[in-house]
């Protein structure tokens, strides 16, 4: 057994003062239902057609036992002369496994039919966990029946994936001492169970996180799992990770739990752990696992909304946060007029995006107008300032929403899956697994909108052919010779200068002319006119999703006063973790994270820097991003701010200006990471 799983087990290992109380409050129970020591079990045994029955009903968690999880823990269990049972919730023995050392089955009673609850056969491991809900160890002595007293028992209580308590795993022998090492293994099988059960009822459709304080342990039973949808709205999870995470998970958004958005999971590299924040206090390594069936689902909105979205020249920016109604005029007299009920739930108002500062509202207005037109979009704005919150909105309010939003994030995909990813392979253009042709993102996007975030991060390569597809509009599959002509808004987004990129060789200057029809500098948080107006809106959103403090004018002030270098990104996550900690009417400053108070205490140090350029914490001027600076290439600069940050890939990213898909591509390349 891996040294970190014996570890955990050890630190989940019988408590000895509780585990003496739990068996004394079941041989009090006991009593209470009218045993004595000398009372002979009653194992109520059902009737081989009942048995059967129940067999059939438990199907799913017999091949799971059977199949998936037995195999592992053969040779463990074959050297050490002990019986596996498998019981339903109402403690009827579905099936056994293993050699019994200690008598025939009429002896010892563990066969399948037979019913092992406290009330028939007292105290005893099957029937004990199943009245706690808890794994537990019941020693020769322990048990209240001296007839029981001849075997140990181990067992764990089974919860499917709507953490209903579905049966329990047991593993009994005739020895005479307790044995530590079959109580873990028996909580391990519980969980591999599990975990199975999760895996097979989700894999197909749903991305899985799975999560634990070491890289080496991803793959651990001991890990904590997240089931996400599309969304990432946690529909499932083990019971591990809501022990380690310690609360209620059901239907949270993972931004609500680790520092990361859906769409970078989304796009996240299978085989690359993430190194994520949870709730701005624990770390932990996090593999992302995509479904095996990759559907990329439009919305369900619209199937149920007759929308139509509003003409270019229709008025926006008049109604006020909260509005139910928008007064903007439909694209043809008959369209019904859009209410803020009709976007997905993760779309912003096209007016609740600026809320006073005229530079926003007048770019708002701008940008809306050229979506109906052929005319191309390019997003320049530091990290988290929201470029892709505004792409969605802009998308939804424009006549392409009936359609898909293709959101790229040109960073997180590896340079050799690129080009395959954004055009499409033809049928047998590889060897593998994916074999089967795909359509490519660009084609999906047809009719609708492809949205290239970090088009900088682009390989010179994929940037000549996505020229070509610009330019002549059509799009050849790798691997094809047929064409497929393509309708695309294309909006992309960068963070970096790329008029310098062209300078060093890094960009095509002529593909900056074909994507920066209409240039957008979408501003940081700090410079913004409406700030102030822009924290209470986020606040007063958060409040809407769930209940939360208020908050006091000197903690706007505070927050106002702030140099937010991570911008709404930073807003929102202080927002949610001094909301999620704070227990009183209003927001404290002691709720808020750690390091929105280094953030303040680097502006105190250096204002000027923090005021006016991206990063707080990179000092180095060799090694700072931004216009004025020379800039390092970023296989220099990640690498040498990870080592500075001693790995921290969220300092590492705000430092540099970058995102933290970026700092994990670049930290790979240099081995900086794990
Ligand atoms: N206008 C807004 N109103 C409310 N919240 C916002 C707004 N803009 C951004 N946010 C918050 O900030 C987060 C980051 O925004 P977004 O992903 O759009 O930034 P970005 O500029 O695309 O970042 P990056 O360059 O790192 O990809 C969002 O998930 C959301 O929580």
């Given at each position: 057994?891996?040294?970190?799983?014996?570890?955990?087990?050890?630190?989940?290992?019988?408590?000895?003062?509780?585990?003496?109380?739990?068996?004394?409050?079941?041989?009090?129970?006991?009593?209470?239902?009218?045993?004595?020591?000398?009372?002979?079990?009653?194992?109520?045994?059902?009737?081989k057609?009942?048995?059967?029955?129940?067999?059939?009903?438990?199907?799913?968690l017999?091949?799971?036992?059977?199949?998936?999880?037995?195999?592992?823990?053969?040779?463990?269990?074959?050297?050490?002369?002990?019986?596996?049972?498998?019981?339903?919730?109402?403690?009827?023995?579905?099936?056994?496994?293993?050699?019994?050392?200690?008598?025939?089955?009429?002896?010892?009673?563990?066969?399948?039919?037979?019913?092992?609850?406290?009330?028939?056969?007292?105290?005893?491991?099957?029937?004990?966990?199943?009245?706690?809900?808890e794994?537990?160890?019941?020693?020769?002595?322990?048990?209240?029946?001296?007839?029981n007293?001849?075997?140990?028992?181990?067992?764990?209580?089974?919860?499917?994936?709507?953490?209903?308590?579905?049966?329990v795993?047991?593993?009994?022998?005739?020895?005479?001492?307790p044995?530590?090492?079959?109580?873990?293994?028996?909580?391990?099988?519980?969980?591999?169970?599990?975990?199975?059960?999760?895996?097979?009822?989700f894999?197909?459709?749903?991305?899985?996180?799975?999560?634990?304080t070491?890289?080496?342990?991803?793959?651990?039973?001991?890990?904590?799992?997240?089931?996400?949808?599309?969304?990432?709205?946690?529909?499932?999870?083990?019971?591990?990770?809501?022990?380690?995470?310690a609360?209620?998970?059901a239907?949270l958004?993972?931004n609500?739990?680790?520092?990361?958005?859906?769409?970078?999971?989304?796009?996240?590299?299978?085989?690359?752990?993430?190194?994520?924040?949870?709730?701005?206090?624990?770390?932990?390594?996090v593999?992302?696992?995509?479904?095996?069936?990759?559907?990329?689902?439009?919305?369900?909105?619209?199937?149920?909304?007759e929308?139509?979205?509003?003409?270019?020249q229709?008025?926006?920016?008049?109604?006020?946060?909260?509005?139910?109604?928008?007064?903007?005029?439909?694209?043809?007299?008959?369209?019904?007029?859009?209410?803020?009920?009709?976007?997905p739930?993760?779309?912003?108002?096209?007016?609740?995006?600026?809320?006073?500062?005229?530079?926003?509202?007048?770019?708002?207005?701008?940008?809306?107008?050229?979506?109906?037109?052929?005319?191309?979009?390019l997003?320049?704005?530091?990290?988290?300032?929201?470029?892709?919150?505004?792409?969605?909105?802009?998308?939804?309010?424009?006549?392409?929403?009936?359609?898909?939003?293709?959101?790229?994030?040109?960073?997180?995909?590896?340079?050799?899956?690129?080009?395959?990813?954004?055009?499409?392979?033809?049928?047998?253009?590889?060897?593998?697994?994916?074999?089967?042709?795909?359509?490519?993102?660009?084609?999906?996007?047809?009719?609708?909108?492809?949205?290239?975030?970090?088009?900088?991060?682009?390989?010179?390569?994929?940037?000549?052919?996505?020229?070509?597809?610009?330019?002549?509009?059509?799009?050849?599959?790798?691997?094809?010779?047929?064409?497929?002509?393509?309708?695309?808004?294309?909006?992309?987004?960068?963070?970096?200068?790329?008029?310098?990129?062209?300078?060093?060789g890094?960009?095509?200057?002529?593909?900056?002319?074909?994507?920066?029809?209409?240039?957008?500098?979408?501003?940081?948080?700090?410079?913004?006119?409406?700030?102030?107006?822009?924290?209470?809106?986020?606040?007063?959103?958060?409040?809407?999703?769930?209940?939360?403090?208020?908050?006091?004018?000197?903690?706007?002030?505070?927050?106002?006063?702030?140099?937010?270098?991570?911008?709404?990104?930073?807003?929102?996550?202080?927002?949610?973790?001094?909301?999620?900690?704070?227990?009183?009417?209003?927001?404290?400053?002691?709720?808020?994270?750690?390091?929105?108070?280094?953030?303040?205490?680097?502006?105190?140090?250096?204002?000027?820097?923090?005021?006016?350029?991206?990063?707080?914490?990179?000092?180095?001027?060799?090694?700072?991003?931004?216009?004025?600076?020379?800039?390092?290439?970023?296989?220099?600069?990640?690498?040498?701010?990870?080592?500075?940050?001693?790995?921290?890939?969220?300092?590492?990213?705000?430092?540099?200006?970058?995102?933290?898909?970026?700092v994990?591509?670049?930290?790979?390349?240099?081995?900086?990471?794990?």
């Amino acid at each position: 057994m891996p040294k970190e799983e014996q570890k955990q087990i050890n630190e989940h290992e019988l408590h000895t003062e509780s585990h003496k109380e739990r068996i004394q409050a079941s041989w009090y129970r006991c009593e209470q239902f009218g045993l004595d020591h000398t009372s002979q079990p009653d194992f109520a045994t059902l009737g081989k057609g009942t048995l059967n029955d129940l067999v059939d009903q438990h199907r799913s968690l017999l091949e799971t036992t059977e199949n998936e999880v037995l195999p592992y823990y053969e040779n463990i269990l074959s050297n050490s002369a002990c019986m596996i049972v498998l019981a339903d919730r109402q403690g009827h023995v579905l099936n056994t496994w293993g050699q019994p050392r200690f008598g025939s089955a009429a002896e010892h009673g563990l066969v399948g039919g037979n019913q092992w609850t406290e009330k028939g056969v007292g105290t005893n491991a099957i029937g004990t966990a199943l009245m706690t809900g808890e794994a537990i160890q019941v020693g020769r002595d322990e048990h209240y029946l001296r007839a029981n007293r001849f075997m140990v028992g181990s067992a764990s209580p089974i919860y499917n994936t709507k953490n209903d308590l579905v049966g329990v795993l047991d593993i009994s022998s005739d020895a005479y001492l307790p044995q530590d090492h079959t109580f873990g293994m028996v909580k391990l099988m519980s969980l591999s169970v599990e975990n199975r059960l999760i895996f097979s009822a989700f894999q197909q459709e749903y991305f899985i996180l799975s999560f634990n304080t070491n890289v080496v342990s991803l793959d651990s039973h001991w890990s904590g799992i997240l089931v996400l949808d599309e969304n990432g709205t946690i529909v499932s999870a083990n019971r591990r990770a809501e022990v380690v995470l310690a609360r209620d998970l059901a239907l949270l958004n993972i931004n609500q739990i680790f520092d990361i958005e859906m769409r970078e999971i989304k796009h996240h590299p299978v085989s690359l752990p993430l190194k994520l924040m949870a709730m701005g206090r624990y770390q932990f390594y996090v593999k992302v696992i995509p479904p095996t069936q990759q559907v990329m689902r439009v919305p369900d909105f619209r199937h149920h909304s007759e929308y139509v979205a509003p003409s270019p020249q229709s008025s926006i920016g008049t109604a006020k946060t909260g509005d139910a109604v928008k007064t903007s005029a439909p694209v043809k007299a008959s369209a019904p007029v859009k209410t803020s009920a009709s976007l997905p739930e993760n779309v912003i108002p096209l007016d609740e995006l600026h809320h006073g500062d005229e530079r926003v509202e007048r770019l708002v207005r701008q940008a809306h107008k050229i979506m109906e037109k052929d005319i191309p979009i390019l997003i320049h704005g530091e990290t988290g300032a929201g470029k892709e919150i505004f792409v969605r909105s802009l998308h939804y309010h424009s006549s392409r929403a009936k359609e898909m939003l293709v959101a790229v994030n040109c960073a997180a995909i590896p340079a050799e899956l690129v080009e395959s990813e954004l055009f499409g392979y033809e049928k047998g253009a590889f060897t593998g697994a994916q074999n089967r042709g795909s359509i490519g993102l660009i084609r999906r996007a047809h009719r609708g909108t492809l949205f290239l975030d970090e088009i900088g991060e682009m390989p010179m390569a994929v940037q000549s052919r996505l020229l070509r597809v610009l330019q002549e509009r059509v799009v050849t599959p790798l691997g094809s010779t047929e064409t497929y002509p393509v309708d695309i808004k294309l909006i992309s987004a960068t963070n970096r200068h790329l008029k310098e990129e062209i300078k060093s060789g890094q960009f095509r200057q002529d593909l900056y002319y074909r994507i920066s029809g209409l240039n957008i500098e979408l501003p940081a948080l700090r410079k913004r006119a409406d700030k102030a107006a822009l924290i209470r809106y986020l606040h007063k959103r958060l409040r809407f999703e769930e209940p939360g403090p208020d908050l006091s004018p000197k903690m706007l002030d505070l927050l106002v006063s702030h140099p937010w270098p991570g911008n709404m990104r930073q807003l929102a996550h202080v927002l949610k973790v001094g909301m999620a900690m704070a227990d009183e009417e209003v927001l404290e400053e002691w709720h808020l994270p750690d390091d929105f108070f280094d953030d303040l205490e680097a502006m105190a140090s250096s204002p000027e820097q923090t005021q006016d350029r991206i990063p707080s914490t990179a000092t180095e001027a060799t090694l700072g991003r931004g216009s004025e600076g020379v800039e390092a290439p970023l296989e220099e600069m990640i690498p040498y701010l990870l080592g500075k940050f001693k790995g921290n890939v969220t300092q590492t990213a705000k430092a540099a200006g970058v995102s933290r898909n970026t700092v994990y591509k670049y930290g790979k390349l240099k081995n900086t990471l794990n």
